[in-house]
């Protein structure tokens, strides 16, 4: 069960520091979206938020459309995956997957051989059949990072939400697993919301791509949308590939022409 | 130098047992070509930068670089050329002659079009010439600055300004600043504890009305950690105190005769202040700062907020077990510690003091009972006290290790200074009341 997300007019300050200001995103059910932006945009105090990890100053987030608020993070069910992993160093990879069930309120709680059967289906799932006994220090970054996933993923979660989870990963590892988590999310269609500074994982994976700057949202659009047209100069800037040429951008496009695309529904900030 | 350093060197080495003699006598040739080419190289580069020097001179005498024309109370520059970092230092005594110049005019026009090369040296001097006369309040307009030199000009204009004076607040005022600054952390500190504090009160009050929620594991697990594996160095340390305490009570009282009153002494200090304190001390170094340490490091790795993701509360999960073993294990410490130094302080007095063992225990055994049950009473208080404080600086814990680190000496001396102050909270909460 998965359901869509809305974002309304977030605004949260850490002090006098203004770390959102005024955000609104909507997430399709099943959507997998990718927030994009350079250090200190927003772009995972967005995913706390939205996590229930920080309380906004202004604004709400809706989980289909129960306001979050008024639930508590138990009930939220989110699937949080952590850049570093975030796994309880102590329990086996099993235990670690089956915790957020076996730590259930007892009346909702399944019995504990069917929680260990999908725990297993799970690890299963991430392709790590056969590590059930290992501890998360005798496996490798990819793996346990594959096991975090897995973790969030076994508490059936309603939002998935990913701090860029391949961040602390070498090049190669991270390509693979960015394939394998879209073939992942094809499968099970979760709604997703994934942060990252990575712009090939973000318009590679993503349906769509928001680009934080400052605490704002600069744009919000399919990949495509956002190398062909990008609204502000500050994103033709920050995203690679496009050249931006006196208020205009000029971009080939997966081998299309050198053309400069017509921006005259362009609002440009000086 | 560089010569005598390679001979010096092969005639160090001498012929090897490997080598013969046809690679002697290549190795010298080697050295020999070398030598050549080093002062063919030396030659060339003398004769290199003689030439240069002389193009500067013929080609490019003073006028061709910034020529000055003034017009009543106007002064006309013009600049041509290359203005590169070969030409600097021409430019540079011309561009303060012109400065000096344009303080007998008023208005000063610039015309940069003949100048087709510039660099930082060139901008610089530009920036320097520019400054010079605004500097001496005279108005300057430069023209014809070709377009794509305009970033280096202006970043060079950005850069190596004077900062503005900011006056230096005065011994008083910063003084203030710093005590006000100081007074605030206490404040918000103080806070902090009083919500961990609650926050604590209302897990175990959730656990009372659900006692299954209640990870005894963890606590068991804590239980052990600081309190069975530190009997040992807390029953050696207390034990060395109340000897320390006997010896020096014996040395003092012998004067009076009055050796058998260092078992009162010795009995009221150590189960009333000295028992108690110093484990509690030692449990604030030793178990405070593994638990803000711990804390802290799975603050740092995300650990806490994957609790909380979870639907798990950090405070129920994590730190009640902790803090309930710590009030457990402390006034268990306590107590032996207060044993211990009872023990060794009864050894010295027999062994040093000539006090035996049987009028030891029956100096003991006068002493009011309540000198105990106050020692005791105050052991649990003292290990809420560190386990708050120990607590809430390990959740401070930002992303880094630094802060890591940090948190866990800052946690450590807040505990050692509370428990301190806890003591002086109780020495006359137990005054008053008379006990």
């Given at each position: 069960m998965t359901v869509p997300v809305v974002v309304e007019q977030i605004e949260k300050d850490f002090g006098a520091y203004?770390?959102?200001?005024g955000v609104s995103l909507k997430v399709e059910t099943g959507e997998l979206v990718a927030l994009l932006?350079?250090?200190?945009?927003g772009k995972t105090t967005l995913l706390r938020v939205v996590a229930g990890l920080e309380q906004p100053e202004r604004g709400r987030v809706l989980f289909g459309d129960i306001?979050?608020?008024?639930?508590s993070l138990r009930e939220r069910r989110i699937g949080f995956v952590f850049q570093h992993y975030a796994?309880?160093?102590?329990?086996s990879v099993l235990d670690n997957v089956a915790f957020g069930l076996r730590v259930r309120p007892r009346h909702t709680r399944p019995p504990a051989d069917e929680i260990n059967r999908r725990a297993r289906e799970l690890l299963d799932l991430v392709q790590?059949?056969?590590?059930?006994?290992?501890?998360?220090?005798?496996?490798s970054g990819g793996q346990r990072q594959r096991v975090a996933l897995a973790r969030a993923l076994a508490i059936e979660p309603q939002v998935l939400l990913l701090d860029?989870?391949?961040?602390?990963?070498?090049a190669k590892v991270r390509k693979e697993l960015r394939q394998w988590l879209r073939e992942l999310h094809t499968r099970l269609g979760h709604t997703t919301l994934f942060v990252t500074h990575d712009q090939d994982e973000a318009f590679e994976l993503a349906h769509r791509v928001a680009i934080l700057n400052e605490g704002r949202i600069e744009q919000i659009g399919t990949p495509r949308e956002i190398l062909q047209r990008p609204a502000t100069e500050f994103v033709a800037k920050f995203v690679d590939g496009i050249v931006w040429r006196g208020g205009e951008a000029v971009r080939p496009v997966m081998?299309?022409?050198?053309t400069p695309a017509p921006l005259a529904d362009l609002s440009m900030s000086a | 130098m560089w010569k005598r350093r390679t001979r010096g060197g092969s005639s160090r080495q001498g012929?090897?047992?490997?080598?013969s003699r046809f690679f002697c006598f290549f190795k010298r040739f080697k050295e020999i070509a070398r030598d050549w080419v080093y002062c063919y190289r030396k030659w060339r580069h003398c004769g290199a930068t003689h030439q240069r020097r002389q193009v500067v001179r013929t080609a490019l005498?003073?006028?061709?670089l910034l020529r000055g024309l003034a017009q009543g109370d106007s002064l006309r520059l013009t600049a041509v050329g290359s203005w590169t970092a070969q030409y600097a230092a021409d430019l540079e005594r011309l561009v303060d002659r012109a400065v000096a110049q344009g303080a007998a005019v008023a208005r000063v026009d610039l015309d940069?079009?003949?100048?087709?090369n510039i660099d930082t040296y060139g901008a610089w001097l530009l920036e320097r010439l520019v400054r010079g006369f605004a500097e001496a309040d005279r108005r300057i307009t430069v023209v014809g600055?070709?377009?794509?030199?305009r970033g280096l000009i202006n970043e060079v204009h950005q850069s190596n300004h004077k900062l503005p004076d900011i006056p230096a607040p005065g011994v008083l005022v910063s003084a203030a600043a710093q005590v006000s600054h100081a007074v605030n952390l206490i404040r918000r500190d103080l806070l902090l504890y009083v919500e961990m504090f609650g926050a604590l009160v209302l897990a175990t009050l959730r656990i009372l009305i659900r006692?299954?929620?209640?990870?005894l594991t963890s606590m068991v697990h804590h239980l052990e950690r600081v309190g069975w594996r530190a009997v040992s160095i807390i029953v050696l340390i207390t034990f060395l105190i109340g000897a320390i305490i006997a010896q020096q009570g014996i040395f003092r009282f012998r004067r009076f005769g009055a050796e058998l009153y260092v078992v009162d002494m010795l009995g009221v200090l150590v189960m009333r202040e000295i028992g108690v304190l110093i484990v509690a001390i030692m449990i604030a170094g030793r178990s405070g700062s593994s638990y803000t340490a711990e804390l802290g490091s799975m603050k740092m790795r995300e650990e806490v907020d994957a609790l909380q993701t979870m639907g798990l509360d950090p405070i129920e999960v994590l730190i009640l077990p902790r803090v309930v073993a710590l009030v457990i294990a402390l006034p268990m410490l306590a107590f032996l510690g207060s044993m211990a130094a009872l023990y060794g302080g009864g050894l010295v007095c027999w062994f040093?003091?000539?006090?035996n063992p049987d009028s030891f225990m029956e100096e003991l055994r006068d002493l009011s009972f309540n000198h105990f049950i106050v020692g005791m009473s105050k052991a649990p208080f003292m290990a809420l006290v560190i386990g708050i404080v120990a607590s809430v600086e390990g959740l401070q814990v930002k992303g880094s290790s630094e802060s890591l680190g940090m948190q866990t000496t800052v946690s450590v001396v807040k505990a050692i200074f509370l428990v301190i102050v806890v003591d002086g909270v109780f020495v006359t909460f137990f005054a008053s009341i008379g006990m």
């Open positions: 203004p770390a959102l200001r932006g350079p250090s200190g945009s306001d979050v608020s008024t639930l796994l309880f160093r102590h329990m790590l059949a056969g590590f059930e006994k290992r501890y998360p220090s005798q496996l860029e989870p391949f961040g602390a990963l070498d081998g299309d022409s050198l | 012929p090897g047992p490997e080598s005498t003073d006028e061709s940069m079009a003949g100048v087709d600055l070709q377009e794509h030199f006692p299954r929620r209640f990870r040093y003091g000539g006090i």
